[in-house]
């Protein structure tokens, strides 16, 4: 009788497990989803929100520059947070600043106000960012971890492909403030679920907040610095120099302490700087692509914006066709083998659209991009596995915290070389050239994922 009663309740307790897994990935994905979407939704809007607040088109560009600062200077301080307070408590502040900012943007009536409450935006969606990884690590069971890691990288690729397409959708249905208030019920869902996040205890060790200073301080510089580098070079070349000996400077008076906040002691193992460093490359590959392929179809190979709209969804739509079988995949191979793979395919994927004749049309572009977003999307799931477990379990927040904010530089360092090659080069020189050394970064990417597989 006991045996009988048993087996029932075993069945319920692995349901109820189950749906808590369910609620809590439903948290992480719909919030993290609406922070990276949001970095790439609103430039295709920046025209319409100059005209609609009569700003200059060069200050509206601060509309989406705050975002990306407040991001980028926040993430390893809220990773430290997270580890020091326990994420959960980082997570539910970060998602509910981000919708009260959204709010404050869809209700904004100037310039101003506007970037301000994106600049709050960006903190809000740092939060999210910083403590993504910590979270699934103690949410997900250890034989579905690695599967979870991979949707996880799935999730921030498809937001920042599809970026500008879904901003585009959106206004074509409404006003920009409509690009903010639609966070509303979607961040109220990722709130609702949080419910079921694992209470995880904070360590309690006090955060430096000098070194948390000097840390958002050295990467306002730094990225300030390398947008400026090209149109001022003396001003940029100065920043980025004062955002190095802040480094030096963070790095000898956090060395030696148990959790530093710039996190030296996950860098002192070669395979996790290896992985920073491929997953750097990759992402400055990705953005030259994005910024480099619709001048080549629109210059080079005479399509239409909407063809070339067209064109694009290749990239995202092959990450997808990867996200079905991913988990798969990391069963049967090594992580470092997949990188090293996957980056291949996406530089052969880039060659071949940069050396892709005009007179054959779209269509070898096309394939090359459906190639390039496979590669892409078989990559970044195996490198994110390589670098968050190969912190200890403890410092999943600092490594969460190093691996958005590889993002953020490398796509910022692809940005600002693109700017540079369409200074120099005219006509569809200059994107055939992007695509080229994006491809370069790509077989960067592709033999540091080859020396990983040899070290194992």
Known sequence: MSECQTAPQAVGEEEAGAARIGLALTAIYSALTLVALDIAVVNVALPTISRALHASEAATVAVATSYQLAVVISLLPLAALGESFGPRKVFVGGTALFIAASAACALSTSLPMLVAARFAQGLGGAGVMAITA???????????????????????????????????????????????????????????????????????????????????????????????????????????????????????????????????????????????????????????????????????????????????????????????????LAARFAASRLCSTGTLVLAIGLISAAASPARLGPWPVLAAMAASGLGFGVFQPANNRLLLLSAPKARSGAAGGVQATTRLFGQTMGATAMTALFQLFAGDAAPRLGLAAAAAFALAASAIGAFNARSV
């Open 134 to 328: 910590m979270l699934l690590r103690y949410t997900m069971p250890k034989e579905r971890l690695a599967q979870a890691i991979g949707w996880n990288a799935v999730a921030v690729a498809l937001a920042g492909a599809a970026g500008p397409t879904v901003g585009a959708l959106i206004l074509s249905a409404a006003g920009w403030p409509w690009l903010f208030a639609i966070n509303l019920p979607i961040g109220a869902l990722a709130l609702f679920a949080a419910r079921a996040l694992p209470a995880v205890p904070g360590t309690g060790r006090r955060v430096d907040a000098l070194s948390a200073s000097v840390s958002a301080g050295m990467f306002a510089m730094f990225f300030v610095g390398a947008g400026r580098l090209l149109e001022r070079p003396a001003v940029g070349g100065a920043l980025i120099v004062a955002a190095l000996a802040c480094l030096v400077g963070l790095v000898r008076r956090e060395r030696g302490t148990p959790a530093p906040l710039v996190p030296v002691d996950l860098f002192a193992a070669p395979a996790f700087r290896r992985t920073v460093v491929a997953s750097a490359c990759t992402f400055c590959a990705q953005v030259m692509s994005f910024v480099a392929l619709p001048f080549h179809f629109q210059i080079g190979l005479g399509s239409g914006v909407v063809a070339t709209g067209l064109y694009m969804t290749a990239w995202p739509l092959a990450i997808i066709a990867v996200a079905s079988f991913s988990g798969r």
